[in-house]
């Protein structure tokens, strides 16, 4: 596998291409951030801590059945994807209130939320990530009927899988982000699943251990994402 140019240096990845048109590679850079961008810094070991989780995550989702564009590590920051073409939706699923449904709606932080919520934003780091929903993704042109419907199963399939992994490992899946995309004409999951987008608490302590570390500048943000995936069974080294 021959690296090419990079083709996208986002805020936390840079993609490459390769020899092979239908294949990229995702490098997970130390970078962190956070509030679109304003909030920025480098995290030692970030990179790897991130690209063996996600790694690890798509796995267990393929394994589950569900159409991922992960296929392979490549090194410790990086990993081989299938070519996307990127829809421009988050798609967002809720265990428990925080963050942004908090602020929102003043639902207290912690309330379960049965049946889980699903909500879908932009992506659109400019205009702050807002909040949509399908009919103005479908006029709009973000997406299908059909992908949105097919997009939203899958969030629910990923939420049956990992909340099973995270539940057996003392931790509650909170909340988390997925983007989909579509590689010859199958809508598949893309990006990534790491701490970095989603929300994971200790069940007994209720302590933090995902990106809210590094926005709220508690520290020990990287240890917390190992603890994370050893308790899960990532191998880091
Ligand atoms: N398989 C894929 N093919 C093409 N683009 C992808 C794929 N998976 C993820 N992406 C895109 O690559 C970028 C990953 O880098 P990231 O640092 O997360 O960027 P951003 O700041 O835009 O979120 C994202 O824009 C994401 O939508
Ligand atoms: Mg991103």
Known sequence: MEKRDELYAGKAKSIFATDDPDLLIM?????????????????????????KFNAFI??????????????????DQESLVKRLDMIPVECVVRNFAAGGLVRRLGVEEGRELSP???????????????????????TLGYATEQQLEEAKALSFKVNEVLTAIFRDAGILL?????????????????DEFSPDGARLWDAETREKLDKDRFRK????????YEEVGRRIGVTFD
């Open 217 to 224: 500048g508690l520290g020990g943000v990287i240890e917390a």
């Open 174 to 190: 909170v909340d988390y982000k997925l983007e989909f995309g579509v590689h010859n004409g199958q809508l598949m999951l893309g």
């Open 58 to 75: 798509m796995s267990r989702l393929r394994d589950a059945g569900v159409p991922v564009h992960f296929e392979r590590l490549l090194g």
């Open 27 to 51: 490098h997970f850079r130390d970078d962190t951030s956070a509030f679109d961008g304003e909030k920025l810094e480098q995290l030692e070991r970030k990179g790897l801590v991130n690209n």
């Open 116 to 138: 889980a919520t699903y909500e879908l934003f932009l992506k659109n780091d400019a205009l702050h990530d807002p909040l949509i929903n399908e009919s103005v993704s479908i």
